[in-house]
């Protein structure tokens, strides 16, 4: 039942049109439909015979199992066709016998006639002129042919009046069943697509998923911000939100992957485009450079880049011109602050060759050995190669998965074409999944409100030739004695001590 329900969340917009749709559909039927009025008229069945109680008790019976017979007559052709002869009705016997319906009311010897038509005192006089030739036929059918008069009498209790207001349509009960069944198409419609639904919802089925064929460990999960676009880093614009403390989970979480021989030249990939592997990388090296050390992020992406884009950086001198050898690697360096950026440069025409060449190749290891982490944005492996061109230069791919977008089939695929040439995957990570489940998951967030925002993770300089020592770099700001930070659910004092540390050593425990 949890698992409906949470289908029924989630599909929660669809439901809601639909039920919409249903009661606009009940509103217009109701509107656009001609009114018609039903005029009732009661009959009282009696036998004429009968002189002590036995016979009256007889009679009754007689009576009362009569009348069940006697409502299948009201709509034959012997009524209906006297009628319309009788009123000059413009409609044939047929469809006056389609408007007519008789009830027998159970032990009783009372029958109800009842016309149907469009207009109510024609209504009346139709149900009437049914009543006293429904009478006449049945003392007819009930005569033996040596008898003078019919032991069985009918008598018109109620004549049939004008009906005052309308039988159909009825707004209420057209708008109730509208809306029914446009919440019952919603479930159904919820059910349908979530059953054919292949794509990876949640962090517990990419790692059963993954888990299923042996695949690598899932090293964390983060939550979707609307917000990404204009703030894109989140550990500086939401240093306690969800957002940034998945990114401190994913950079504990690395650590463990490998204790003995720790990776440090990780590539950042996904399936397919439009995953967000650019707005990973980018956080993940500012949560590597948040613990001091020295991070360098690569755009590598030479088929469409956006890391200079999205930290608004020069454009033109990158990666690309390195590998040509237009420039040397600490010339076309650029800094955000707390970790350098080697842009991608021109988009080349041949990317392929230029990821898999002896160039990058030393690029890449000169960046090793000078800083203590190198995070390089990778091309996605689906649509083309340059991914996998680069596996013999990197210690290990970082495959992002974006949820509800990248489907199981296609996270098998992006997994298998690593493992084909001789790729190390470290592990996965789940990105934009929502934030109610995010929270949820983990049982506390926090609420960060700055006293002083802190300046300078975007001071730019540009092609200075500046090469951040091998040391270390300035982390990002963290809270001081001046910033007010509260956390609901566990809260874990900060006591003089950067949170980046807090979580860390949460994590491991």
């Not at 009362?64 to 413009?90: F, I, K, N, W």
């Not at 008789?102 to 049914?130: C, G, K, Y």
């Not at 109620?158 to 019952?184: H, Y």
Request: glycine share 8%; proline share 7%; net charge positive.
């Amino acid at each position: 039942m949890r698992d409906y329900l949470r289908v029924l969340s989630r599909r929660w917009r669809a439901i809601t049109v639909l039920a919409l749709l249903g009661t606009a559909v009940g509103a217009l039927i109701t509107y656009t439909a001609n009114p018609e009025y039903r005029a009732t008229a009661k009959l009282f069945v009696s036998v004429r015979e009968g002189s002590d109680t036995l016979q009256l008790a007889q009679g009754n019976v007689f009576t009362q199992a009569r009348v069940r017979s006697y409502a299948e007559v009201a709509a034959s052709p012997m009524v209906s066709r006297h009628v319309v002869e009788t009123l000059g009705l413009d409609m044939t016997p047929s469809q006056l016998s389609r408007r007519i319906s008789a009830t027998a009311q159970p032990d009783t010897v009372l029958l109800r006639l009842t016309v149907t038509d469009t207009r109510p005192e024609r209504a009346a006089r139709i149900s009437n002129a049914v009543a006293e030739r429904f009478a006449e036929v049945v003392r007819g059918l009930e005569r033996p042919d040596d008898a003078r008069t019919s032991p069985v009498r009918l008598s018109i209790t109620q004549p049939a009046s004008v009906p005052s207001v309308p039988f159909s349509p009825r707004p209420a009960v057209n708008l109730a069943i509208g809306l029914m069944a446009g919440l019952a198409l919603g479930a159904g419609f919820a059910v349908a697509r979530e059953s054919m639904d292949r794509s990876v919802r949640s962090l517990q089925s990419l790692t059963e998923l993954l888990a299923g064929f042996g695949g690598p460990p899932v090293l964390g999960s983060v939550a979707h911000d609307p917000r990404t676009t204009r703030h894109p880093v989140a550990l500086l614009d939401d240093l306690h939100g969800l957002r940034a403390e998945g990114f401190r989970r994913l950079r504990t979480s690395l650590r463990f992957v490998d204790v003995d021989q720790p990776p440090k030249v990780i590539a950042v990939t996904s399936p397919l485009p439009r995953e967000g592997k650019t707005s990973v990388a980018i956080n993940l090296a500012a949560a590597l450079a948040e613990t001091g050390a020295s991070v360098c992020l690569v755009d590598a992406d030479l088929r469409r880049p956006s890391t200079a884009r999205v930290l608004g950086l020069v454009r033109d001198a990158g990666l690309t011109t390195v590998l040509i050898g237009q420039a040397e690697v600490h010339q076309v360096l650029q800094s955000v602050g707390s970790f350098s950026v080697l842009t991608s440069g021109s988009v080349p025409p041949n990317p392929t060759e230029l990821l898999g060449s002896d160039q990058l190749r030393s690029v890449l290891r000169s960046l090793a050995d000078k800083f203590d982490h190198v995070v390089v944005d990778t091309p996605p492996v689906l649509p083309v190669a340059d991914a996998s061109a680069i596996a013999t230069v990197v210690d290990g791919y970082l495959v992002v998965v974006r949820a509800s977008r990248t489907s199981r089939d296609q996270v098998g695929a992006a997994l298998r074409t690593l493992q084909q040439v001789g790729a190390s995957v470290l592990g996965t990570v789940l990105n934009m999944t929502s934030s109610k489940e995010e929270g949820s998951t983990y049982g506390y967030a926090y609420e960060y409100r700055p006293q002083h925002r802190t300046a300078g993770l975007f001071s730019k300089r540009r092609g200075s030739g500046h090469m951040p020592p091998a040391g270390g770099a300035p982390a990002l700001p963290t809270p001081g004695g001046e910033q007010d930070a509260r956390a609901t659910g566990t809260q874990e004092a900060l006591d003089g001590e950067p949170h980046s540390m807090t979580a860390d050593r949460s994590a491991q425990r």
